[in-house]
């Protein structure tokens, strides 16, 4: 049984920073890239970032880029978000999710085989 663990969420002031992470349990992982999905209130889930795991390439959301940074330890099978420069709009639910597919589908939640229970973040204006 896969496990997807966030944790990190929580409330913030628009400006500030936040740190995500994401610990993966349950079986071998090599090959899996990793990700983050948000879901905000009344809206579709969307993507956020992801990263290989062979390559290490990342991709991020427009909306994000500039602001946020993926990273992974591949060894001990965990997944980080640096949030910085956070605003309003990024107040969502924040998904981790594992899967293996191409990087052009990253954006598509289907493509996504696994996905943690969501950790809340909040940012007051």
């Known amino acids: 049984q896969v496990q997807l663990v966030e944790s990190g969420g929580g409330l913030v002031q628009a400006g500030g920073s936040l740190r995500l992470s994401c610990a993966a349990s349950?079986?071998?992982?090599?090959?899996?890239?990793m990700g983050w999905f948000r879901q905000a209130p009344g809206k579709e889930r969307e993507f956020v970032a992801a990263?290989?795991?062979?390559?290490?390439?990342?991709d991020y959301a427009d909306s994000v880029k500039g602001r946020f940074t993926i990273s992974r330890d591949n060894a001990k099978i965990t997944l980080n978000l640096q949030m910085n420069s956070l605003k309003p709009e990024d107040t969502a639910v924040y998904y981790c999710?594992?899967?293996?597919?191409?990087?052009?589908?990253?954006?598509?939640?289907?493509?996504?085989?696994?996905w943690g229970q969501g950790t809340q973040v909040t940012v007051s204006s």
């Open positions: 999710v594992l899967g293996r597919s191409s990087s052009s589908k990253w954006y598509v939640p289907r493509t996504w085989n696994y």
């Open positions: 990263i290989a795991w062979s390559s290490g390439s990342t």
């Open positions: 349950g079986r071998a992982f090599s090959n899996y890239d």
